[in-house]
Every structure is written in C-alpha cells, then in structure tokens.
C-alpha cells in the first residue's frame, strides 16, 4: 500500500498505524451499499397487492430498506469486516481495539445505529400527523416546510 501523506493514519491494534478511511470513500460505499439493499427492497415493498396508500406506502419502504440494511451490514460487516460497497472502495471496517475483524456484536450496533436511528426519525415523522416532525426534529425544535 503506498504512503499518502494526504491521508490520517492511526494505531488500530496489532495491526499497527494504517491509513484511515477518507470520508468519500465511506460515503461513496455507503451509497453503493444503499443502492444494494435500497432497490431490491423498494421493488418488493411495490409489488405488494393492495398496498395503495402512499402514506403507508411511504412507511412500508423505509422499514423494509432498514430492516434489510441492518441484515445486510450485519451479516457481511460480521463476517467478513465489509460489504460490497465498502470492498469496491477499498474500505473495511475493524475493531478499534485489536485491528481484527469488528465480529458479530459490534457489527450489529454498528448496522442498528446506522440503520435503525433513521428508521426511528422517519416512523416518528409519520406518527405526528399535525406537523410531521420526526425525532431529529423534536430534538432541534425545527420543522420541515416547503421553500
């Protein structure tokens, strides 16, 4: 791996001081990763007979992209340290501590953070009919209008 002094690198375990993933590489995978688990997901939620609402539509899509996305990184994260995204770019994701693999465990926290807490701010939206303010923005004290 050639050194590139443009890039953080860190201590992580035994596997010494290695290079950082930059934040384009971890967008572009988490936006490769997205496309994986997102259209396969969206596909099946609209081929459902009788679902015709769009609200619940809406509702039915983002929880079937989280539910899939949180197996997805979970499985392949805990399994292998990546997922396809992540191996495209050349990104991988190991345990801060040792530098191993991050295993089961941490790669379900990692996947249920990542996936879950949006799942959480959009279901919250759609449950506040009057205002359609999710968590986030409960938290902020903000509201979504159109410009």
Avoid: N
Wanted: glycine share 10%; with cysteine; charged share 20%.
């Amino acid at each position: 791996m050639e050194h590139r002094p443009d890039i953080e690198r860190v201590a992580v375990g035994a596997r010494g001081v290695v290079p950082l993933a930059t934040l384009g590489a971890r967008v572009g995978a988490r936006l490769i990763d997205t496309t994986v688990v997102g259209v396969p997901a969206v596909l099946a939620v609209l081929s459902l007979p009788g679902l015709t609402d769009p609200v619940l539509r809406a509702v039915a899509i983002v929880v079937a992209v989280s539910l899939v996305g949180f197996v997805y990184d979970t499985t392949l994260v805990g399994a292998r340290g990546t997922t396809p995204g992540k191996k495209i770019l050349g990104v991988e994701i190991a345990h801060d501590a040792t530098g191993d693999q991050p295993g089961w465990k941490r790669a379900a926290v990692r996947a249920a953070v990542l996936w879950v807490f949006p799942l959480i701010c959009f279901l919250t939206a759609a449950y506040d009919e009057r205002r359609l303010r999710g968590l986030h923005d409960w938290a902020a004290g903000t509201v979504v209008i159109l410009a």
